[in-house]
């Protein structure tokens, strides 16, 4: 059974787990940012959720407990987005914000019929892993690390650029979607990338987004 916490709770828990998972070191600031609160009300429920045995603060990081919480948040949060583009059909690019509302009140039951309705799903519908699933990754690096002329399978978008509802719109129409075949063309002098998706239309690549697609290189 899972231990129930409130929504924020769960939150606070779910964005220290994903910035860890990006490789950002979770601040009190980047906490802010990604949660889009002010720093106070992150240094506020910091103080709560140690008094809880959620986290440890200076440095921020989830304790046992904690990291259970938020492997629970993570999961039902990725198995709802593979729900509601799978079987729901929703546009992919809305996903992310409908699972955003899911993850808190999945319970273990629905949990369960959803891993036994989608066969068992190891990744999101953004390639990014579902905790427990026995995901293997293959080797990885980021679109902005290509040379010109490489041909590679996109694999995996970072959860950052899911926050961004018009970033992920614009991924959708440009085919950037995992599994898609991207051939860098052209890299400028500041890093942004031309790529032909699919051998399609060229497409062009900011570095904020090329340094947060990542590409499978084995």
């Not at 079987?87 to 955003?100: D, G, N, R, S, T």
């Not at 509302?101 to 019929?113: G, H, I, K, L, R």
């Not at 509802?165 to 991207?182: E, I, K």
């Not at 400028?188 to 699919?198: K, S």
């Amino acid at each position: 059974m899972t231990v129930e916490y409130s929504v924020k709770y769960r939150e606070y828990a779910e964005a220290v787990w994903e910035l860890e998972e990006e490789g950002i070191e979770p601040i009190q600031a980047r906490i802010a940012d990604w949660l889009g609160v002010s720093r106070a009300s992150v240094s506020e429920m910091m103080k709560k959720m140690e008094a809880d045995g959620l986290v440890t603060i200076e440095p921020i990081q989830l304790t046992a407990s904690g990291r259970h919480l938020a492997e629970v948040v993570v999961r039902r949060h990725r198995l709802a987005e593979r729900f509601l583009s799978e079987v729901l059909q929703l546009p992919w690019a809305k996903v992310h914000a409908e699972a955003e509302v899911w993850e808190t009140m999945v319970s273990d039951d629905v949990e369960a019929a959803m891993w036994a309705v989608m066969e068992n799903p190891t990744t999101c519908p953004h390639g990014n892993p579902i905790p427990g699933a026995g995901y293997k990754p293959p080797k990885m690096k980021p679109m902005a690390a290509m040379e010109t002329g490489e041909q590679l399978r996109l694999e995996r978008i970072s959860e950052e650029l899911e926050l961004d509802a018009d970033m992920m719109g614009f991924l959708d129409d440009s085919g950037l979607r995992p599994d898609a075949t991207v051939e860098l063309t052209r890299k400028d002098p500041h890093g942004a990338l031309t790529v032909r998706v699919n051998e399609g239309p060229r497409v062009g690549v900011g570095v904020f987004a090329a340094d947060r697609l990542f590409v499978a290189v084995d």
